[in-house]
């Protein structure tokens, strides 16, 4: 995938949000869902996700980058039993996204797959 120079914009971008700090943004189905965000709007996938990596918005308990890091950790933090399938983490990572792109407070995140995938807004 290296010489794809098509994903060399997104997988420079990674290097740079990735740190010792963010382990629970390196697990595959993030990373999986950061990709469509990113092709949908670098702009706004770049302070999303920063936004994310920095616990989200200080004082805003409901924003969706909030609630995304939030739910993200406590699934790094689950035992094996109890962490989420890749495709609910995938699933749980556009929700988030969607409803910043919306700008919607939320509460939770919504991450079942039975109705089939969300689509990464613009």
């Known amino acids: ?20 700090k963010t382990p629970e943004l390196k697990d595959k189905s993030v990373v999986g869902a950061m990709y469509p965000t990113f092709v949908a709007n670098d702009v706004e996938a770049k302070r999303f ?7 989200g918005h200080e004082y805003e308990e409901s924003h969706p980058a ?5 739910w993200l950790k406590a ?5 094996p039993e109890k962490k989420l399938k890749p495709a609910q983490l995938y699933q749980g990572c ?4 969607n409803a910043y792109r919306d700008g919607k407070q939320i509460k939770e995140i919504k991450f079942d797959t ?9």
């Open 1 to 20: 995938m290296f010489n794809e120079k098509v994903l060399h914009p997104f997988i420079t971008w990674l290097g740079e949000l990735f740190s010792i």
């Open 94 to 97: 556009i929700y988030g996204w």
């Open 75 to 79: 699934n790094k933090e689950a035992g």
């Open 114 to 122: 039975k109705k089939g995938y969300h689509e990464a807004k613009a």
């Open 49 to 55: 996700w920063h936004d994310v990596a920095a616990g």
């Open 66 to 70: 909030t609630v995304l890091d939030e």
